[in-house]
């Protein structure tokens, strides 16, 4: 069973430019969640769809961010343009609808704005 | 409002030792309650979960954890600990209702041969 898939793995790029990081979940998870990781702020929800629809956005730090799911088996998360703050791991995690199920986390992008 | 505190930023513990990793909770109506690991350079992984039932939960590698309602803890617990659960742990909780995860600040357990 394949666990959750991100890509790219590390991703470098100058401040300005345009950042588009990839999930594919867990085949049958209905629920998908981005998640971002710093040191200084530990690991924090971006946003979370169920059956392909956002239900809570309120994480996104700004409109700079944006994500979608077009299927049930891939989700974006849009960051336009980047800004060298936005330097953080960022994780793809699924899980079945329901509270007391555990979400999978894929290894993360790596992202870097110099 | 919901959350989880895990009061230690840092545990040492000696190689063949008793650990224990705390979390305390504070949650509006029963808690669900789950304990992840991560190891360097890797997503999160699934350890165990209190939904409902016995106290004591028994999870991955070993690992325990004993659910307190009267001092609102799910502490993360194993008898002896061995070099390689050296990682980041970290408590996170879930409202009856919702889908996401309140987590914790995580605590990383170093354990000294």
């Known amino acids: 069973d394949a666990g959750v898939i991100q890509s790219p793995r590390h991703e470098v790029t100058e401040m300005g430019q345009e950042v588009t990081l990839r999930c594919k979940p867990i085949?049958?998870?209905?629920?998908l969640f981005w998640y971002r990781q710093t040191m200084m702020r530990g690991l924090e929800l971006l946003i979370y769809?169920?059956?392909?629809?956002?239900?809570?956005d309120s994480g996104m730090p700004e409109d700079r961010f944006s994500a979608k799911m077009p299927n049930a088996s891939f989700s974006t998360l849009k960051i336009q343009p980047s800004e060298p703050r936005d330097s953080a791991v960022y994780f793809c995690?699924?899980?079945?609808?329901?509270?007391?199920?555990?979400?999978?986390f894929g290894d993360g992008t790596r992202l870097s704005i110099l | 409002a919901q959350s989880v505190a895990q009061p230690e930023d840092q545990v040492n513990v000696a190689e063949g030792n008793p650990l224990t990793v705390k979390c305390t909770y504070s949650?509006?109506?029963?808690?669900?309650l789950f304990w992840y690991v991560q190891y360097p350079n890797r997503g999160l992984q699934f350890l165990l979960k209190?939904?409902?039932?016995?106290?004591l939960v028994k999870g991955s590698y070993g690992f325990e954890a004993e659910f307190n309602k009267s001092q609102t803890s799910f502490h993360l617990k194993k008898p002896s600990a061995l070099v390689s659960d050296s990682a980041l742990y970290f408590c996170?909780?879930?409202?009856?209702?919702?889908?996401?995860?309140?987590f914790g600040t995580g605590t990383r357990l170093t354990v000294i041969p």
């Open positions: 949650v509006s109506g029963n808690p669900y």
């Open positions: 085949s049958g998870h209905n629920s």
């Open positions: 769809f169920n059956n392909n629809v956002p239900i809570d």
């Open positions: 996170a909780s879930a409202q009856s209702g919702a889908n996401n995860l309140f």
């Open positions: 209190y939904i409902t039932g016995d106290n």
């Open positions: 995690a699924s899980s079945r609808t329901g509270v007391n199920q555990p979400q999978h």
